[in-house]
């Protein structure tokens, strides 16, 4: 019975060494190859493309026209100054409609009123702190106007003026947007676009041969809109900025 049991259990190992054997014999077992870590080293370079006006009329940038009206008057008189302000800003705006300026497009930025103060009067309460007395008051009304041409600019200018506007001031762009006013059409921001990222490129290669390197594929493209930074070409558009992150070829 001994002797069975260890014949049974001697055919046993070698039926399991059987079945193993292939596996080990065919070699280990290959991890699949991993993606080049986001932390290898790459080279980060900024582009700049320029979404121009349109060609086919050059004066048709539109503008911001920022207009103010300033009264003085005393306690007594302060809320006749301040209606009379806003008939004045009233007036103007239906004068800006009037030359072509679209009625959506003005707003009314705010009324302020300013105290002027005179020298403290004499015989204030001794150990009081004494208080300097409001002598007169200075009301200011200001609304922003969108100009849609710079042809309509000059009417619009003198609109404010002949109804009461004591300041008058005009900024290249829609609601003091970014010179090139409203976004331009998706057609020609993706012009700007490439032509930004061309140029990062060509700023990314030149530290590249520096280094000794060649850059590779693109990792990354971020896209902001920078402030506005001059009034004259090339500055004059739609403005795009890219940061684009390259693998460094191996």
Known sequence: MNALRI???VASVFCLAILV??????????SPALAPSSDSPGITAMGIGVAQPSAADPFAT????????????DASSMQKAADDIIARLDAIKAALVKVGVPADGIRMNGLNVNPNYG???????????????VTSLNLNGNLTADVPTIR?????????????????NSNAGKGGSPYGT????????????????????????????????????IRSVSSSQPP??????????WTVQVTVTFDIAQ
Do not use: F, H
Request: hydrophobic share 50%; aromatic share 0%.
């Open 182 to 217: 409203t976004q331009p059409s998706a057609a020609d921001l993706a012009k700007a676009t490439q032509a930004a990222i061309a140029n990062a490129r060509v700023s990314a290669e030149a530290l590249a041969a520096a280094s000794g390197k060649k850059l590779g594929a």
């Open 62 to 73: 539109a503008q911001t026209l920022y207009i103010g009206i300033q009264l003085s008057a």
């Open 152 to 168: 309509l600019l000059l009417a619009a200018m003198n609109a404010a003026t002949a109804n009461g506007a004591t300041t008058v």
């Open 7 to 9: 014949t049974a259990l």
């Open 228 to 237: 506005m930074m001059g009034c004259c070409p090339p500055n004059m558009g």
């Open 119 to 133: 020298p403290v009067k004499p015989g204030a309460m001794e150990g009081s702190q004494p208080q300097p007395q």
């Open 21 to 30: 054997t292939p596996a080990v014999a065919s070699g280990p077992v290959m």
